[in-house]
Nanobody, 112 residues
Framework: QVQLVESGGGLMQPGESLRLSCAASGSVSSIGAMGWYRQAPGKPRELIGTIPRGGSTVSVKGRFTLSRDNAMNTVYLQMNNLKPEDTAVYYC?????????WGQGTQVTVSS
């Protein structure tokens, strides 16, 4: 009932910045909080941060900022000063009334 599509990933160099987007569609009225996760090669998926419904911005890890445009049903992840250890597949998650939904993920690679 809810579809999530991440975009904005790519190949970056250390020190650069990148903003990922996650657009929600379908039964968007059922969505409460949303979150960003990432999964590095050979490692389990980890939580980056969550932002509540109606929220504006949430800063996490000092270099990352979550923001939400509720009118557009879109959540963003601003990543500054990228490091090689940030290399991972980044996933968007929506917490709906009866279940949670995952996006397909977008690859971020940080390398010189």
């Amino acid at each position: 009932q809810v579809q999530l599509v991440e975009s904005g990933g790519g190949l970056m160099q250390p020190g650069e910045s990148l903003r990922l987007s996650c657009a929600a569609s379908g039964s968007v009225s059922s969505i409460g909080a949303m979150g960003w996760y990432r999964q590095a090669p050979g490692k389990p998926r980890e939580l980056i941060g969550t932002i509540p419904r109606g929220g504006s911005t949430v800063s996490v890890k000092g270099r990352f900022t979550l923001s939400r445009d509720n009118a557009m049903n879109t959540v963003y992840l601003q990543m500054n000063n990228l490091k090689p250890e940030d290399t991972a597949v980044y996933y968007c998650r929506a917490f709906a009334t009866t279940r949670v939904y995952w996006g397909q993920g977008t690859q971020v690679t940080v390398s010189s």
